[in-house]
Each structure stands twice: as structure tokens, then as C-alpha cells.
């Protein structure tokens, strides 16, 4: 039977991509990290089948020990953990199997935005976009100074050192949105996070001008890409390609931060949970005592297209664009503050 071993199933990104996985092939052998019992609980409540070892990314000799024993792994916690990605590839190299392993690593399109962040640029427009595609060597070549550069490099040159015995692909979403259908995190961050700071300062607002964009993708169409390549790797590769060509954008087109802000500004007004329509022209330092790394998220230029995905797997976002999400993203977000009830408070009377 195939094994399959996942890191990051309470997260968002990975909580989600389990569902997708483990809906699709019920009989595949999935094995999760699970840093603590209270995690693994949750995972156990949702997926019975599941078999748990628990540790965190520094846990080197546990996850040596699983992946030198393993076909897939998905990795999706921490991208920039140098350690668990070193410490997994030296696990999939140790396997005795004769069929290659395959690693499904998870980036992140930050990495895109080292050109901003090196000039100090913050609510500009960038017309820079990267694609997977034609694009592909520049986009496996950024400077070393990008965030998330430090273990896509490690990803990247596993397959060149282990040749016919490591195949690997580096998923790189950007802005995700949606609810997630994981046994813990079901929630994102950067639309979320302005969301709140919105309605925490009773004021929308944007980073300098506003007219940065972003690119954008729902969870779940995000899951699908992780499933496509799970279902290749369970076909000794598929149509995928991988390694030095295993670089998958998953995008459903860009947008710009300020009509986010105005659009959050828009809603929480019509529903009542701010006074006003007026946005605030926000300085990076103001971004950042807002939310951690608040003028990076909402600040900077990260464009790309999703042309391998689309090419190779059939891949095709179908989900609901973020636009149409934000009432439901902000309505989120004033409950968890407590500025407005959920419906099971209501019904106990407690609206």
C-alpha cells in the first residue's frame, strides 16, 4: 500500500489539503506530524484511519525515521524551516524502495516581493509578473535575499543530489481566502487581518497609495493542485513535471489592496460595524503594529500565473473570487471580536 506522509495537518493550507487527499483516496496510508496531543485529538476526531506520530519540525529522528519509510510527502508547515526540509529529504534518501519518492513541498508567492521590500517600496504598483511556464528559470533562480528562497533552494537541489530516487514539486500560493475544511486552522491571514485591523481602528485604510496588487487563490482550489500532485506521484510522476520543472504557481488572477480596502470599508459600513466609508492612508510602521509584517502583507507587489498547473494537470480555479468572500470573511472576524453574535449565542439568547 502507497504511504503518505503529511506535516502541517492543523494548519490551514495543509488542514485542507488533507481533506482533499484523504476524501479522494480513502484507502491511501496517511501518516501526520502532529506537534502535540490536543492537535492529534483533532485530527483523530475527523479522520479515524489516520495514524498520528506526534513531534514538532526540530523532532529530526522521527521524521528521519517516517519518511526513509514513506512514497509521498506533503509538507506544508513552515516553509521556511531549513531543518524539517533538510531532515526530510535525508529521510526519502534513506528509503530502501526501488520506485522513487516524491516530495510536494509548500512556498509561498512572498518570495516575489523581494524587489519591493530591497527599495523599500511599499503601495506602488509593480507591473513585474512571474509565470511557471516560459518564466520558470527566473522563477527558480530569485536572489538569495527573498523570503522563502532559503528552502526552496534546499527543495530544489534534493532531486539534482538524489537523482531517479527524489522527485519534488514546490507548490507557491499567494493571497488565500476561504474557509478551510481542516480538523483545526480553518482560517488565512491577509485579507483576514485587514478585516479586523478595519474594524479594530473603526477605519479602513491601505499602505501608502494603495495600488500595489496581490494575486489571489481560494483554498480549496489551492487543495486541488495538492491533490493533482499527489494523484501523479501515485502514478509514478504522471503528466507532472518535477524537480528542476516541479514549480507550480496557484493563482485565480491579481488584485489590488486599496479596492480591498475599500471594499471592507464598503461592507463593514452597510453592516453597521464601522462609522464611516472614509479609508486612512497608512505608513509602514502603522501597518506593522497593526499586524506582524503588516506593510509586507498589504504593502507589496506579488504577481504571478499558474500556467504548469493549468498546462500539465488540468488544473482550473472554480471557487467563489475573494471579492465575493468578504462579507462572509468580515462578518468572521466581528464575531471572533465580539462586536456582533453567532447564530448559537443568538438562539441561547444571548444576542
Known amino acids: 500500500m502507497t504511504k503518505l506522509f503529511i506535516t502541517g495537518a492543523t494548519g490551514y493550507i495543509g488542514g485542507d489539503a488533507l481533506y482533499a487527499i484523504a476524501n479522494a483516496y480513502p484507502d491511501l496510508e496517511i501518516t501526520a506530524l502532529a506537534r502535540n496531543s490536543d492537535k492529534g485529538a483533532k485530527i483523530a476526531a475527523q479522520y479515524s484511519k489516520i495514524r498520528l506520530v506526534y513531534g514538532d519540525l526540530d523532532s529530526t529522528e522521527l521524521i528521519t525515521k517516517e519518511t526513509s519509510d514513506t512514497d509521498i510527502v506533503v509538507h506544508t508547515a513552515n516553509c521556511d524551516h531549513e531543518a524539517s526540509a533538510n531532515t526530510i529529504i535525508a529521510g526519502l534518501a534513506l528509503r530502501q524502495k526501488s520506485n522513487p519518492a516524491y516530495l510536494i513541498h509548500t512556498s509561498g508567492t512572498g518570495i516575489l516581493s523581494f524587489s519591493d521590500y530591497e527599495s523599500k517600496v511599499y503601495g506602488l504598483k509593480n507591473e513585474k509578473v512571474y509565470d511557471d511556464w516560459e518564466g520558470l528559470q527566473e522563477v527558480t533562480s530569485i536572489p538569495d535575499t527573498a523570503v522563502h528562497r532559503n528552502v526552496d533552494k534546499i527543495i530544489l537541489a534534493a532531486g539534482e543530489a538524489h537523482p531517479d530516487k527524489i522527485y519534488t514539486a514546490i507548490v507557491c500560493p499567494p493571497c488565500i481566502y476561504g474557509p478551510g475544511r481542516g480538523p483545526d486552522n480553518q482560517k488565512s491571514m491577509q485579507v483576514y487581518s485587514m478585516s479586523r485591523a478595519t474594524l479594530q481602528r473603526g477605519k479602513a485604510f491601505h499602505v501608502g497609495d494603495g495600488n500595489n496588487l496581490w494575486t489571489q487563490v481560494h483554498v ?19 503528466k507532472a513535471t518535477w524537480n528542476s520543472e516541479g514549480y507550480y504557481f496557484c493563482e485565480n488572477g491579481d488584485f489590488v489592496w486599496g479596492h480591498v480596502a475599500r471594499s471592507i470599508a464598503r461592507i463593514a459600513h452597510e ?14 510602521e502603522e501597518a506593522d503594529m497593526l499586524t506582524q509584517s503588516g506593510s509586507y502583507l498589504w504593502g507589496m507587489n506579488s504577481r504571478c500565473r499558474a500556467i504548469r498547473a493549468k498546462k500539465l494537470l488540468d488544473w482550473k480555479p472554480t471557487q ?32
Open 320 to 351: 467563489l473570487n475573494m471579492f465575493d468572500m468578504l462579507p462572509e470573511i468580515i462578518d468572521g472576524e466581528a464575531r471572533e471580536l465580539g462586536i456582533t453574535k453567532g447564530h448559537a449565542e443568538k438562539a441561547a439568547g444571548n444576542a
Open 220 to 238: 480549496e482550489d489551492l487543495s486541488n493542485l495538492f491533490l493533482a500532485l499527489t494523484t501523479a506521484a501515485l502514478q509514478h510522476g504522471g
Open 271 to 284: 453592516k453597521k460595524l464601522i462609522q464611516s466609508q472614509e479609508i486612512d492612508k497608512i505608513s509602514v
